[in-house]
């Protein structure tokens, strides 16, 4: 036992740990084009089994998930291992413990629920019960494990950007009639949802994606490459447009508003015109390109008659697509299921009069589906990694700052959308990348520490001549 431990021990084998979480997270990261890739392969060479089955990229996306979460569940347990033979308290063991409790607190409202089997292993479309959730836990763990590594984040930043880019770049051509046999509905369309089930789907991918391109801007040093990342924003900008999910544009233009307010306080005027510019160039093409659809200015009308409706008592089940009835709905729902909730993914068509099967905001989601105490826990969460990185907001790194605003930014999605299998997992990666501040905080002290030891040395040095 004692070999075993040492083994386990040793720097080599953390090391080793360290890299296959990096390739397990890789692995999730690339799930969209796996998912295209085995769509492509499967559709032209066993076309009975696509008709047969129903396989489609979102089922690809669901099995990669399980795949790299149940790995993520073993490569994360052996990098906790250590601390649990040192009897060391790791360095957000506060947080550790309010997301071990909301995890424990998740099991017991799933244990409760009506149906088990879907509590557990999730109804047929959305797939996320608890079993679900855990390869969740399994995929952030990696990125926790990986949240020493200075690099990682602008490495899976450049990742996504070029993935999405791809998957822009295809649903460009399907817009210009080209068939494009990766998608399931690969035909010219009405709504352009890429590889994913639903084109809110690809709208919350493109919210994270877009605000990680403009990270790259603000980190990358190349005017060459500045000028390259332009240009995929204006790309993937253009898909946000084909997709239309008016909630997506405006989760947009928060994460770009958050960032201009943010980097004007973390660094003065320095460069703060240019990205001023960026976020006008945006609401300007979008404005200019949603012509030949709909108006965007539509959009912004009905939302203001929405918002006019509900606050004069007037009757607005219609206001946000419907989306304020499918909450009150839930609302109602919590009141009688208040501390236990009702279970993953135990919400039916049949409770939102059949228009759909979730209530379109996740927080509401998570105390419909584990009570109060669950979406209390949950908000916690949020609470506990975020506002520090706003508290030390001049403190932080670059990658940090932008994994800070690309959760912003998705959090702000998150209040008109939904967890989806191959979306949650990517906002929670930059969620718990956002820890790094603590990091940050240590080495900005330290800079500072220097600068200051170095002016004194200068000084003494000046009164000895």
Known sequence: MSKINSLLLS??????????????????????????????????????????????????????????????ILITFFYVYPF??????????????????????????????????????????????????LCYVGIVGTAYILLSDKNSIKFFLRLITIISCIIAFLVFLQSCRVYIPFFESGYYNQFYMGPFYHFNHYGYYLTITLMANIGLFYIEEKKLVKGLLLGAFTLQSYALVLCYTFGCFLAVLFGLICFVVFYWIKNGKTH?????????????????????????????????KDVSDIASGKEA????????????????????????GIGSDMSTAEMFNNICNRPHNEFIQYALFYGIPGGLLYFSMLVMILLPCLLNIKKISRETFFCFIITLAYLFSALFGNTTYYITPIFLTFLIWCLKYKDDIVQNEGANEGLIDTKYNLENEIEDN
């Open 317 to 340: 089940d219609h206001a946000g697509s419907s989306r304020w009835m499918l909450w009150k709905i839930s609302f109602e729902t919590i009141g009688k299921h208040p501390i236990f």
């Open 11 to 72: 720097d080599n084998f953390i090391n080793k740990i360290k890299r296959a979480a990096k390739i397990v997270l890789i692995t999730f990261f690339l799930s969209p084009i796996f998912a295209m890739i085995a769509y492509l392969i499967v559709n032209k060479y066993i076309p009975g089994y696509v008709s047969l089955y129903s396989l489609v990229p979102s089922d690809v996306f669901y099995y990669i998930m399980r795949f790299t979460g149940a790995f993520g």
């Open 272 to 304: 703060l015109i240019d990205y001023s510019f960026i976020v006008i160039l945006f609401v300007v093409a979008l404005l200019v390109l949603l012509t030949p659809y709909e108006s965007v200015f539509a959009d912004f009308l009905r939302l203001t």
């Open 84 to 133: 649990i033979i040192k009897k060391e308290k790791p360095k957000n063991w506060k947080l550790f413990i309010v997301i071990g409790v909301l995890l424990l607190w998740m099991f017991i409202c799933d244990l409760l629920a009506e149906d088990r089997s879907v509590s557990f292993f999730g109804a047929l479309y959305r797939e996320e019960g608890f079993i679900t959730i």
